[in-house]
T-cell receptor, first 111, second 114 residues
Framework: SQQGEEDPQALSIQEGENATMNCSYKTSINNLQWYRQNSGRGLVHLIL?????REKHSGRLRVTLDTSKKSSSLLITASRAADTASYFC???????????FGKGNQVVVIP | DSGVTQTPKHLITATGQRVTLRCSPRSGDLSVYWYQQSLDQGLQFLIH???????AKGNILERFSAQQFPDLHSELNLSSLELGDSALYFC?????????????FGSGTQLSVL
């Protein structure tokens, strides 16, 4: 099944810096979602962007979607230590009633 | 707190055994999804139920089965367990059937097969 692939897979930054992660996918999608997972815990939904949207903001999060390149990016501005987590993109392909997750990006924010 | 409840939080068992994982979705959510998370495979979709009916199957082994009951809680049954079944099992819920909305995840059941 088609899955998102995040890049880079591990990122270490200083508090206050911005963190950018990219996700690529292979087939046409209904929407793309980003989730956060703190160590060993459940995933928490961050943002959903539909296939007809190009950019979306939520607080310190900015997501872009380029359907021609089949890619998305997640930007976290002014990072905080509490942003330390794994970030997953997930895609909902057309005609497919399931959400497929990438392998995740581990982000470490150093205080 | 997502509102999705999974029990037990931890489960340690031996190869060849059978276990049942339980999930209670958020109040009002009709869809329940099961995912398996392991270091090598990442998050794998197992199965989806909507209002008691199976809607989609993913990479679910024949040794695994699931069901959703009339009160909408769901159970994932894992039998003839193997070492490789050790993983974190998540359930998630959503209001509707279509994946055009966000999922709410439980905190997972950590299964260790020894």
């Amino acid at each position: 099944s088609q899955q998102g692939e995040e890049d880079p897979q591990a990122l270490s930054i200083q508090e206050g810096e911005n963190a950018t992660m990219n996700c690529s996918y292979k087939t046409s999608i209904n929407n793309l979602q980003w989730y956060r997972q703190n160590s060993g815990r459940g995933l928490v939904h961050l943002i959903l962007i539909r296939s007809n949207e190009r950019e979306k903001h939520s607080g310190r999060l900015r997501v872009t979607l380029d359907t021609s390149k089949k890619s998305s990016s997640l930007l976290i501005t002014a990072s905080r230590a509490a942003d330390t987590a794994s970030y997953f993109c997930a895609t909902a392909p057309y005609g497919n009633n399931r959400l497929a997750f990438g392998k995740g990006n581990q982000v470490v924010v150093i205080p | 707190d997502s509102g999705v409840t999974q029990t037990p939080k931890h489960l340690i068992t031996a190869t060849g055994q059978r276990v049942t994982l339980r999930c209670s979705p958020r109040s009002g959510d009709l869809s329940v999804y099961w995912y398996q998370q392991s270091l090598d495979q990442g998050l794998q979709f197992l199965i989806h139920y909507y209002n008691g009916e199976e809607r989609a199957k993913g990479n679910i082994l024949e040794r695994f089965s699931a069901q959703q009951f009339p009160d909408l809680h769901s159970e994932l049954n894992l039998s003839s367990l193997e070492l490789g079944d050790s993983a974190l099992y998540f359930c998630a819920s959503s209001v509707r059937e279509a994946i055009n909305e966000k999922l709410f995840f439980g905190s997972g059941t950590q299964l260790s097969v020894l």
